[in-house]
């Protein structure tokens, strides 16, 4: 591991983690650019490098690209990944009551924490961890995706119906294609185009970035000037007992939900904020501009990462799209990812571990160098930034595939997304309903095969029953809190 | 130049030669166009699109890479290829870019048996005659595993034991998939029945299989000698045995009639001139008999061989007869 | 005849279900063309058909709330709200970018061409028209185009045509 740690310091290796950390960041930031299509198209340059450079300068781009993704949501309400959805609930109003540098602080040294602890995992215990996650199936994958579409419902602002409404207009988006669990055609209507379905990415741009872009371009010329302070960075020391707990829970949460391949950031994201939402005292501060929020949603989603890297590492088996280009540019090595890494090439593997530690770190001090700066976007007069931010929008929709047909999808989300929001429905429980519904109905579908229709056989599954407790439990906390309260009137009345 | 070859590739089409009249005069450019001559000189002219319908790092991917690489590293073609992905819809996406193309040899795609399948489930608006086949650049076959501590030791011990026991056994699968098609061809040759779970790609095979959700799944050579002694290979779907894995039978040694190689196709657009196909084909079989492609295909337990167009087409037309009864039963 | 807020919020629901309807009966039509179970007891059909009914039970109180809405009397004070400004610059700037995305798929018009086009005519949507602003626009749209089209066609060889 120490050999690890040197070879990363050679200064080939660390200007290549150091670029491709800064890259990500920039990336991630970018609405319409993610940290996996920069993954996908660096793969090629990767070729002529030596494999531990490789995975050094893609690993970078990973933790800096989940990481950037903040600042735009945080500052414009544009998600720059799907894993900071969470972020724009609490980081977009906290910006616009003048606390921008205060959330994006606050974002940071989430995010950072929640790299750190993730590290201890991968770094401590990865093998026994990662066949833990094994034993995962389809019916232990399939609860709790559907305990995370269940705190969808926690999560709605205003209307629960509306909320609701929204979760299953985005689910309902998400049945064209080819339904994964037969082969076949579904809703495609004979169109050729719709085979492969929305792509994740022009929904989530066209839903959040293209919307809002539309309403901000017909919103008063001269905006409201956001504050930004000469201070020093708004961060206290008494912000470790304030947000401690909740970053400590939501690294943990995002790290072991993390650690099962094909479920991800967003989804950790996504129940660290809700857990954070539960325990609070004051839930229906969430939403609104409150710290928690911002904390638990960035904690979660980098964590996860450290959290998927254990079962790529130990077992090769990648957790996501950007996992699966990193087993490539191994693959392309000659290097198989699998439980004999660690035999054959320990320096591929510590290397990896060693490289996602400093890698954070280098996102700390780039992130925390230039959040002033970075909160500087807001003065970029309106044309300009809209307009360039449009381009990025199309020209990133377009290259994930190369495929037009993306960016007309992504138009019409935004469409889409403009009424939705006009009618107050909320956009976030539409997306995350989109990105949830696949897995959950694949894996149920699996599960019922498996069984042989057999519903019953959940019962022979304890993590499954677990979820499902969970699930109940996040649907009956509020109506259980809400009587207390009731009580408490009345007790004292 | 650069501007003149975008010119030519515009004029390419009554449709494209407006849009190129629009943007020239737009530009204010709007001079002798040279059309015709541009064919005339030797092809290539200007970089090979290669379209790769998955995405990036997977066999396919990497495979193509590396030959684009090397056969721009030594100059066998003028120009270099250049490799995009568009993955989904089954391949749908990926001709719906080739069509998009030219057919003058800027456009074409790398795939795998994939598309036979997704041509005997009738699944995009695509067949064989859509394609001129350029060739095979080898291929590999698959292996059936069970984990470590299973009770099978051997392939008869499994499929006595599914006979006396008719769907006892998981196996991962994706339906409609490789996979799918392989164990069902096996499946019906030795007269047996295993149940389902989705399983769409290898990773997911492998999650399913190690952590005890699986009983048996189908993986390339390379995937299944990467996880050491965690996994036991029961039979081979190649020809013949691989030489990674001396012990393990094929199964037409066992007596079943079912073998799998999977090859890297080289396809164009139906209507792509023969002479250009020749010389991408004298290009691509230069570089899989060079010594590095062979080292990393024999290393990744693939087998470097060269078929030629015609013999390609002519395999992939048997194969896809076969694919269409086996998904008439599978089905 | 002016409209109250309300009012008009509750017609703006009564449209989106409208839209969610046409949208169930596609799900509908769309999931009895498709085939029946066969590995596991739900199949295809099965999701299409429950998030139709999803859909339909979770717009009826939406329906009811805003139907109500409208037929409730305004309270006195709803005539003193500012009227509604209809979005104009962000529909002019969606129509810029529809011809942009139609120059570049249809038109398949060079990539910096469209795109400075396409930065000029979003921006001054949005910031207004002057001699300034117009040079600032196109000058901002090429340098973007050519570094965009630079990295992607020799960095990242993604070809837009």
């Given at each position: 591991?120490?050999?690890?740690?040197?070879?990363?310091?050679?200064?080939?290796?660390?200007?290549?983690?150091?670029?491709?950390?800064?890259?990500?960041?920039?990336?991630?930031?970018?609405?319409?650019?993610?940290?996996?299509?920069?993954?996908?198209?660096?793969?090629?340059?990767?070729?002529?490098?030596?494999?531990?450079?490789?995975?050094?300068?893609?690993?970078?781009?990973?933790?800096?690209?989940?990481?950037?993704?903040?600042?735009?949501?945080?500052?414009?309400?544009?998600?720059?990944?799907?894993?900071?959805?969470?972020?724009?609930?609490?980081?977009?109003?906290?910006?616009?009551?003048?606390?921008?540098?205060?959330?994006?602080?606050?974002?940071?040294?989430?995010?950072?924490?929640?790299?750190?602890?993730?590290?201890?995992?991968?770094?401590?215990?990865?093998?026994?961890?990662?066949?833990?996650?094994?034993?995962?199936?389809?019916?232990?994958?399939?609860?709790?995706?559907?305990?995370?579409?269940?705190?969808?419902?926690?999560?709605?602002?205003?209307?629960?119906?509306?909320?609701?409404?929204?979760?299953?207009?985005?689910?309902?988006?998400?049945?064209?294609?080819?339904?994964?669990?037969?082969?076949?055609?579904?809703?495609?209507?004979?169109?050729?185009?719709?085979?492969?379905?929305?792509?994740?990415?022009?929904?989530?741009?066209?839903?959040?970035?293209?919307?809002?872009?539309?309403?901000?371009?017909?919103?008063?010329?001269?905006?409201?000037?956001?504050?930004?302070?000469?201070?020093?960075?708004?961060?206290?020391?008494?912000?470790?007992?304030?947000?401690?707990?909740?970053?400590?829970?939501?690294?943990?949460?995002?790290?072991?939900?993390?650690?099962?391949?094909?479920?991800?950031?967003?989804?950790?994201?996504?129940?660290?904020?809700?857990?954070?939402?539960?325990?609070?005292?004051?839930?229906?501060?969430?939403?609104?501009?409150?710290?928690?929020?911002?904390?638990?949603?960035?904690?979660?989603?980098?964590?996860?990462?450290?959290?998927?890297?254990?079962?790529?590492?130990?077992?090769?088996?990648?957790?996501?799209?950007?996992?699966?280009?990193?087993?490539?540019?191994?693959?392309?090595?000659?290097?198989?990812?699998?439980?004999?890494?660690?035999?054959?090439?320990?320096?591929i593997a510590y290397g990896i571990i060693a490289a996602y530690l400093v890698a954070n770190f280098i996102m700390l001090v780039m992130m925390w160098g230039a959040v002033r700066q970075i909160a500087k976007v807001i003065y970029i007069p309106k044309g300009m930034l809209l307009s360039v931010i449009l381009v990025f929008c199309v020209v990133g929709s377009y290259a994930v595939n190369s495929n037009f047909s993306d960016v007309w999808v992504m138009i019409a989300f935004g469409a889409i997304g403009l009424v939705l929001e006009a009618t107050k429905v909320p956009l976030g429980p539409f997306v995350i309903g989109f990105v949830l519904s696949p897995i959950a109905e694949e894996q149920l579908r699996a599960s019922l095969m498996m069984s042989d229709g057999v519903w019953s056989d959940i019962l022979d599954r304890p993590y499954a029953l677990f979820f499902l407790f969970l699930a109940l439990a996040t649907v009956a906390w509020p109506m259980i809190m809400g009587r207390l309260a009731q009580k408490n009137k009345k007790s004292r009345s | 130049m650069l501007f003149i070859n975008g010119l030519t590739k515009y004029s390419r089409g009554a449709r494209k030669t407006l849009a190129a009249a629009v943007a020239v005069g737009i530009m204010g450019l709007a001079g002798p166009i040279t059309v015709e001559s541009a064919f005339a000189q030797s092809y290539p002219t200007e970089p090979i699109q290669v379209i790769i319908p998955f995405k990036p790092g997977g066999r396919t991917d990497t495979v193509a890479r590396l030959i684009a690489e090397k056969i721009k590293e030594?100059?066998?073609?003028?120009?270099?290829?250049?490799?995009?992905?568009?993955?989904?819809?089954?391949?749908?996406?990926?001709?719906?870019?080739?069509?998009?193309?030219?057919?003058?040899?800027?456009?074409?795609?790398?795939?795998?048996?994939?598309?036979?399948?997704?041509?005997?489930?009738?699944?995009?608006?695509?067949?064989?005659?859509?394609?001129?086949?350029?060739?095979?650049?080898?291929?590999?076959?698959?292996?059936?595993?069970?984990?470590?501590?299973?009770?099978?030791?051997?392939?008869?011990?499994?499929?006595?034991?599914?006979?006396?026991?008719?769907?006892?056994?998981?196996?991962?699968?994706?339906?409609?998939?490789?996979?799918?098609?392989?164990?069902?061809?096996?499946?019906?040759?030795?007269?047996?029945?295993?149940?389902?779970?989705?399983?769409?790609?290898?990773?997911?095979?492998?999650?399913?299989?190690?952590?005890?959700?699986?009983?048996?799944?189908?993986?390339?050579?390379?995937?299944?000698?990467?996880?050491?002694?965690?996994?036991?290979?029961?039979?081979?779907?190649?020809?013949?045995?691989?030489?990674?894995?001396?012990?393990?039978?094929?199964?037409?040694?066992?007596?079943?009639?079912?073998?799998?190689?999977?090859?890297?196709?080289?396809?164009?657009?139906?209507?792509?001139?023969?002479?250009?196909?020749?010389?991408?084909?004298?290009?691509?079989?230069?570089?899989?008999?060079?010594?590095d492609i062979t080292a990393h295909f024999v290393a990744n337990t693939l087998e470097p061989y060269w078929m030629s167009g015609p013999d390609a087409m002519e395999d992939a037309t048997k194969t896809l007869a076969e694919l269409k009864k086996v998904a008439a039963t599978i089905n | 005849m002016q409209i109250s807020r309300r009012k008009l919020r509750a017609l703006g629901d009564l449209g989106l279900l409208a839209a969610v309807a046409v949208g169930v009966s596609v799900l509908f039509i769309g999931a009895a063309d498709l085939p029946a179970p066969r590995f596991e007891p739900l199949g295809s059909a099965a999701m299409p058909k429950i998030l139709g009914v999803l859909l339909i039970l979770l717009s009826l109180p939406i329906a009811f709330r805003a139907i109500r809405n409208l037929l409730r009397r305004d309270p006195a004070d709803a005539k003193q709200e500012p009227p509604i400004q209809l979005p104009h610059r962000g529909v002019l700037v969606f129509g810029a970018l529809l011809a942009y995305a139609a120059a570049l798929d249809f038109g398949r018009v060079p990539f910096v061409l469209a795109t400075t086009v396409f930065v000029a005519l979003s921006g001054m949507a949005i910031s207004g028209i002057s001699v300034r602003s117009v040079l600032i626009y196109i000058f901002l749209g090429l340098g973007l185009s050519l570094a965009l089209s630079y990295i992607f066609t020799n960095f990242l060889y993604v070809r837009f045509a």
């Open positions: 591991m120490l050999d690890a740690f040197a070879a990363l310091f050679q200064w080939q290796n660390l200007i290549l983690l150091v670029g491709g950390t800064a890259l990500g960041i920039v990336v991630g930031a970018i609405p319409g650019l993610t940290a996996s299509m920069l993954i996908a198209l660096t793969l090629p340059l990767t070729f002529r490098m030596d494999p531990v450079g490789a995975v050094t300068l893609l690993i970078g781009q990973y933790v800096g690209g989940i990481s950037g993704g903040q600042i735009t949501a945080i500052l414009l309400r544009m998600p720059g990944t799907p894993a900071s959805i969470v972020t724009t609930f609490d980081g977009y109003p906290m910006a616009q009551s003048d606390r921008a540098e205060r959330a994006l602080a606050l974002g940071i040294t989430a995010s950072v924490v929640g790299g750190i602890i993730s590290w201890f995992f991968l770094a401590g215990m990865s093998p026994s961890l990662a066949k833990f996650a094994l034993q995962f199936g389809p019916w232990e994958y399939f609860t709790l995706v559907l305990m995370a579409l269940v705190m969808l419902a926690v999560l709605a602002q205003g209307s629960l119906a509306k909320g609701l409404l929204a979760a299953a207009l985005g689910m309902a988006f998400a049945l064209p294609g080819i339904d994964s669990s037969i082969g076949q055609a579904r809703l495609t209507f004979g169109n050729s185009a719709l085979l492969s379905g929305f792509g994740l990415l022009p929904v989530l741009i066209g839903a959040f970035a293209i919307s809002q872009i539309l309403r901000d371009a017909s919103s008063p010329r001269t905006t409201k000037k956001v504050k930004v302070s000469r201070r020093k960075l708004p961060i206290y020391i008494s912000d470790i007992k304030t947000h401690g707990p909740n970053m400590l829970r939501s690294s943990v949460i995002g790290t072991w939900i993390g650690l099962l391949p094909g479920i991800g950031a967003n989804i950790a994201a996504l129940v660290a904020y809700s857990t954070a939402k539960q325990l609070s005292k004051e839930p229906e501060k969430f939403g609104t501009g409150h710290e928690p929020g911002v904390v638990a949603g960035e904690s979660a989603n980098n964590s996860s990462i450290g959290g998927a890297l254990i079962p790529l590492i130990t077992m090769g088996i990648p957790g996501s799209v950007t996992e699966a280009i990193l087993i490539g540019a191994l693959v392309i090595h000659n290097l198989q990812p699998g439980p004999l890494l660690f035999q054959n090439s320990p320096e | 030594k100059g066998w073609l003028d120009q270099p290829m250049v490799v995009t992905n568009a993955p989904g819809g089954a391949g749908a996406n990926a001709v719906n870019q080739m069509r998009r193309g030219d057919s003058e040899g800027y456009t074409i795609v790398h795939w795998h048996h994939q598309a036979l399948i997704a041509m005997a489930m009738e699944l995009g608006d695509f067949g064989l005659e859509d394609f001129k086949s350029i060739g095979y650049t080898g291929g590999g076959s698959p292996v059936w595993a069970v984990r470590a501590d299973s009770e099978f030791n051997t392939i008869q011990e499994l499929i006595d034991h599914l006979k006396a026991n008719p769907r006892s056994l998981v196996e991962a699968v994706g339906i409609g998939s490789i996979p799918h098609f392989v164990g069902g061809m096996f499946a019906n040759a030795a007269g047996f029945e295993t149940r389902y779970v989705t399983a769409n790609s290898g990773a997911d095979r492998l999650r399913l299989l190690l952590g005890g959700n699986a009983d048996v799944a189908l993986f390339s050579a390379s995937e299944f000698l990467a996880q050491g002694d965690t996994m036991k290979a029961l039979v081979y779907f190649g020809r013949e045995r691989l030489p990674n894995m001396p012990d393990v039978p094929t199964a037409t040694e066992l007596g079943f009639d079912v073998s799998w190689a999977n090859p890297n196709w080289w396809l164009a657009p139906a209507d792509t001139p023969d002479e250009v196909v020749a010389v991408l084909a004298a290009a691509l079989e230069k570089a899989i008999n060079d010594p | -």
